[in-house]
C-alpha cells in the first residue's frame, strides 16, 4: 500500500485566495483525520470522519475552514479565503475504526505559506 | 489539554539505549499510552502502544510502571536515524472513536 497520499507537498499563496488541500487515506480504514501543525501550538486536531461522516470538527478553526469527504477513498480540506496566519504543516492521518490498535497512519503533509 | 510531560529534549549516543521517560499521572484505567515520533519533515509515524503491561516490538520497548502514572520508550540501539521528535500520547475514548491527545514531545538527538 502506499500509505495516505496527501497533495499537494507544498502550497504558496496569497492572503485572501481559496485553497483546497487534498487527501487520499489508505484503502480499507474507515477512520480519516485532518491535523494541523505549527511551531507556537504543535499538532492540533482540526476534524474527523468516521466511514466518510464528519464526526468532531470542534477543533475547526474558524467558518473559513470546511472539510468534506465525498467517498472513502478522497477527502478535502478547503480554506477561504486564506489568511496569513493559517500558515503551518496540514496533516491527514487515517485509521480502521475502532479496534484494538487504532493507530493512525499519516501523510506526509501540505505545507502551506499563506504571503 | 495535554495529558502527559516530557523533557524538552534529550542527547544520547549512537549505539547506547535511548530511554524516553513520560509523566501521565491521570490517566485513566481504559486510557492507552501510544508513542509516535516524526521525523524532520516528515508526518508522525506509529511507534508501539500499551495499557498496563510492558511491550516490546521490531522498534522499541515500552515499559509502563505498575501504577500507570509513568511509561519509559526504550530503543535500545539509538541510530542517527532515530533523531526525531517523540511524543508520548494518551488515546482517550470519545463516542464513536478514539482521540490522541498530543503534547508537546521530546526533541532525541542522536550523537556520533
Known amino acids: 500500500d502506499a500509505g495516505v497520499i496527501q497533495s499537494p507537498r507544498h502550497e504558496v499563496t496569497e492572503m485572501g485566495q481559496e485553497v483546497t488541500l487534498r487527501c487520499k487515506p489508505i484503502s480499507g480504514h474507515n477512520s480519516l483525520f485532518w491535523y494541523r501543525q505549527t511551531m507556537m501550538r504543535g499538532l492540533e486536531l482540526l476534524i474527523y470522519?468516521?466511514?466518510?461522516?464528519?464526526?468532531?470538527d470542534s477543533g475547526m478553526p474558524e467558518d473559513r475552514f470546511s472539510a468534506k469527504m465525498p467517498n472513502a477513498s478522497f477527502s478535502t480540506l478547503k480554506i477561504q479565503p486564506s489568511e496569513p496566519r493559517d500558515s503551518a504543516v496540514y496533516f491527514c492521518?487515517?485509521?480502521?475504526?475502532?479496534?484494538?490498535?487504532?493507530?493512525?497512519?499519516f501523510g506526509a503533509g501540505t505545507r502551506l505559506s499563506v504571503l | 489539554d495535554a495529558k502527559t510531560t516530557q523533557p524538552t529534549s534529550m542527547d544520547c549516543a549512537e549505539g547506547r539505549a535511548a530511554n524516553l521517560p513520560c509523566n501521565h499521572s491521570t490517566i485513566s484505567g481504559n486510557e492507552y499510552v501510544y508513542w509516535y515520533r516524526q521525523i524532520h519533515s516528515q508526518g508522525p509515524q506509529y511507534i508501539i502502544h500499551g495499557l498496563k503491561n510492558n511491550e516490546t516490538n521490531e522498534m522499541a520497548s515500552l515499559i509502563i510502571t505498575e501504577d500507570r502514572k509513568s511509561s519509559t520508550l526504550i530503543l535500545p540501539h539509538a541510530t542517527l536515524r532515530d533523531t526525531a521528535v517523540y511524543y508520548c500520547?494518551?488515546?482517550?475514548?470519545?463516542?464513536?472513536?478514539?482521540?490522541?491527545?498530543w503534547g508537546a514531545g521530546t526533541k532525541l538527538i542522536i550523537k556520533p
Open positions: 500520547i494518551v488515546r482517550v475514548a470519545l463516542d464513536s472513536n478514539y482521540q490522541l491527545i
Open positions: 492521518a487515517s485509521s480502521p475504526l475502532m479496534g484494538a490498535k487504532n493507530i493512525q497512519y
Open positions: 470522519f468516521n466511514n466518510n461522516v464528519p464526526i468532531d
